[in-house]
């Protein structure tokens, strides 16, 4: 089973990023799909949530407007597209196989900072 994260990177306050989590080894389309973030310094937070179809989305209210959560099921791919970033979103960011806390399987994270 492998989750690789990619997209993350260094971009200024009010900047774009958009992350991807390649699924093998495991049913992915079976499977809910989150972004657990988390900051230096500080415990895992959960950002977002889709279900194994795609067609409902959750977002922590920090997140929430800036941040769409997407997937695809034949490309075994997770998304997260990440808008007007702020400094307090610096974090690795995870994609984990489950949700509302029950993973089964977690990536290696990618690092995204926000900084001027």
């Known amino acids: 089973v492998q989750l690789v994260e990619s997209g993350g990177g260094m971009v200024q306050p009010g900047g774009s990023l958009r992350l991807s989590c390649a699924a093998s080894g495991f049913t992915f389309s079976s499977y809910d799909m989150s972004w657990v973030r988390q900051a230096p310094g500080k415990g895992p937070e959960w950002v977002s949530a889709?279900?194994?179809?795609?067609?409902?989305?959750y977002y922590a209210d920090s997140v929430k407007g800036r941040f769409t959560i997407s997937r695809d099921n034949a490309k075994n791919t997770l998304y997260l597209q990440m808008n007007s970033l702020k400094p307090e979103d610096t974090a690795i960011y995870y994609c984990?196989?489950?949700?509302?806390?029950?993973?089964?399987?977690w990536g290696q994270g990618t690092q995204v900072t926000v900084s001027s």
């Open positions: 984990a196989a489950g949700i509302s806390g029950s993973y089964d399987y």
């Open positions: 889709i279900n194994t179809g795609g067609g409902s989305t």
